[in-house]
Nanobody, 122 residues
Framework: QLYLVESGGGLVQAGGSLTLSCAAS????????MGWYRQAPGKQRELVAA???????NYADSVKGRSTLSRDNAKNTVYLQMNSLKPEDTAVYYC????????????????WGQGTQVTVSS
C-alpha cells in the first residue's frame, strides 16, 4: 500500500509565492521520480515539474524560472516552490510518484495524490 500526502495549496494573490509538498510512504522499495502535474478547468493535466532520484529536474516552460523543485530522498518528499504566481497558474495540482515497491522491489508503481487546489487571484 502506498500513500501520498499533499499539502501547501491555497489562495494567493498574483505575484505571490506558494510551496507545495508531497510525502510518499508505504511499501516503497525505491523511487525513480517525483513531481507535480496540474489540471485547470477544461484543460488536460500537464506536467509542472519532475525530479529524478539523481536530482535531474524537468520544468514546464510556463513555470521555468519561477519555480524550484527539490527532493528529500530520506523523507521521500518533494517540494515545489512557486514564485511570481499568475492567475493562469490556477489549477488543481497533483503529486506523482514512480518507483518500485515490494520486498524485493520488483513491482513497478505509479501513484497520484488526491490533488490540492491552487488559486491565484488577480
Amino acid at each position: 500500500q502506498l500513500y501520498l500526502v499533499e499539502s501547501g495549496g491555497g489562495l494567493v494573490q498574483a505575484g505571490g509565492s506558494l510551496t507545495l509538498s508531497c510525502a510518499a510512504s508505504g511499501s516503497i522499495f525505491s523511487i525513480n521520480a517525483m513531481g507535480w502535474y496540474r489540471q485547470a478547468p477544461g484543460k488536460q493535466r500537464e506536467l509542472v515539474a519532475a525530479i529524478t532520484s539523481g536530482g535531474s529536474t524537468n520544468y514546464a516552460d510556463s513555470v521555468k524560472g519561477r519555480s524550484t523543485l527539490s527532493r528529500d530522498n530520506a523523507k521521500n518528499t518533494v517540494y515545489l516552490q512557486m514564485n511570481s504566481l499568475k492567475p493562469e497558474d490556477t489549477a488543481v495540482y497533483y503529486c506523482n510518484v514512480r518507483g518500485y515497491s515490494g520486498y524485493y522491489g520488483r513491482d513497478r508503481f505509479e501513484s497520484w495524490g488526491q490533488g490540492t487546489q491552487v488559486t491565484v487571484s488577480s
